[in-house]
């Protein structure tokens, strides 16, 4: 039979039902920083019964300078523990030697950038001895750089040897904060790269699409990601919610649908 | 040699004045912070406010899971408070929200603004490292109010877990 596609993040709030193994959670995710302080056997047992994505948040891997050894330690405990398909990062800063500004920052698409995030990537990818996809973020601001974002992306997987996580909400709320395209930007963009999706509805406040982890799938969303079921090998697609966290049932009727544009 | 993109986008982003500083003159604040001037004339600081602005609500969100009931508790001054604190500070690490959260909390304390202590006193003992801690609070959330009790807060496979003992009628 085949396996289902969707998955959750793994949230505290959802752990009972997790637990249950029900039968709409095809894979889970886990943020890395939740199980810095935790005891890891939780995190064992969830391998056991899920096929495991680690996604990480605060590598920093767009900041220049040697990664943080702490964080890269403390990262690379929670993957061995997990034993997941792919471990997975930001293409993206959040703090440098004056500040920790706690959250995602865009880095500008250059050659020099390229370098940096590449070289920290191939880092963490020998460190955890395990496959790395990287992760598109929403941003308000836009940055110059010497190329496109789409190229930017595709000789980054070139450069590390990964692969891409791609945030179909963070594509949608920056197409419309920046006014383009996001299927002309999908167009340059080497699917074949694309190995796991993220989810989860946008929220629209001040005049501005946010990437607030807080609202169901929207339909135009649901496109979007049918579009990259189509077009990349995907192993997993995560519901990514962080805020106004639903029952369960809701989510699992947002995974029965995602299953059901996967399912065409 | 000028000070790199990342690190300049990192100033402006956590420095109010510095923003307000790039709509007026972004020459002379290349100077000031050895900047590249045509990266500071490149940047739109409508999103580069925006992006800030964010990083400010996932923030106060952050602390509004750890200080629901604090929050709660100042309402509509919540977000100005939050933002005052936030300015003059900025916790690193993998904790950080945690410490952003109980500094928060010792902001209020300086001010003797509402708050509840049983919400920082477990917040605190998260970020400490006993085992076990026991206090009388008069803000324990039992029953759907608070209520005066004996608090207890301890660890188990690193969770950390709290008990309210009653001392109410």
């Known amino acids: 039979m085949r396996r289902q596609l969707a998955g959750v993040g793994y949230r505290r709030e959802l752990a009972r039902w997790i ?9 889970l995710e886990i943020t890395a920083e939740h199980f810095f302080d935790r005891d890891l056997g939780e995190l064992r047992g969830l391998g056991r019964d899920y096929p495991l994505f680690v996604h990480g948040l605060g590598l920093s891997l767009g900041t220049p300078g040697p990664l943080d050894r702490a964080t890269l330690d403390a990262y690379a ?26 959250h995602l920052n865009p880095v500008a698409p250059t050659l020099e950038n390229l370098r940096i995030v590449a070289d920290h990537a191939r880092e963490v990818m020998d460190r955890c001895g395990t496959p790395m996809l990287l992760e598109n973020i929403a941003s308000h601001l836009l940055l110059k750089g010497t190329m ?45 790269n694309v190995a796991q999706l993220h989810v989860v509805g946008y929220t629209r406040r001040d005049g501005r699409w946010h990437d607030a982890h807080a609202e169901p799938i929207q339909r135009e969303l649901y496109d979007l990601a049918g579009e990259l079921m189509r077009r990349a090998p995907l192993r997993g697609v995560i519901v990514e919610r962080d805020a106004n966290i639903p029952e ?17 | 040699m000028p000070a790199d993109a990342t690190t300049v986008l990192a100033r402006l982003l956590a420095d109010a004045g510095l923003r307000a500083e790039l709509r007026r003159d972004p020459d002379a604040l290349a100077r000031t912070l050895d900047a590249d001037p045509e990266l500071l004339r490149g940047l739109d600081p409508s999103g580069l406010e925006a992006q800030a602005e964010t990083l400010l609500e996932k923030r106060f969100h952050e602390a509004g899971k750890l200080l629901p009931l604090t929050m709660a508790g100042l309402g509509d001054d919540a977000k100005p408070l939050f933002r005052q604190h936030a300015d003059r500070l900025w916790p690193h690490g993998h904790r950080r929200h945690a410490e952003d959260a109980a500094a928060f909390g010792r902001f209020l304390e300086e001010r003797r603004l509402p708050r509840c202590r049983s919400e920082l006193n477990r917040l605190r003992f998260a970020l400490g490292p006993r085992r076990i801690s026991l206090g009388l609070v008069r803000d324990a959330w039992v029953g759907g109010r608070p209520r005066p009790a004996l608090q207890i807060l301890y660890r188990r496979r690193g969770a950390v877990r709290s008990l309210a003992l009653y001392l109410g009628f």
């Open chain 1, 19 to 27: 637990a249950s193994r029900p039968a709409e959670i095809g894979c």
């Open chain 1, 77 to 102: 405990r929670v993957v061995a523990a997990a034993d997941p398909l792919y471990c997975t990062e930001h293409v993206a800063f959040t703090r440098t030697q004056d500040v920790d500004l706690g």
């Open chain 1, 148 to 192: 496109p974002e789409t190229e930017f992306l595709n000789r980054l997987c070139d450069a590390a040897g990964c692969g891409l996580l791609l945030d179909v909400a963070n594509l949608y709320v920056n197409s419309r904060n920046h006014g383009y395209d996001a299927l002309a930007w999908l167009d340059g963009l080497e699917t074949k």
């Open chain 1, 248 to 264: 369960p049932g809701e989510l699992a009727a947002e995974l029965r649908e995602l299953e059901a544009v996967h399912a065409g």
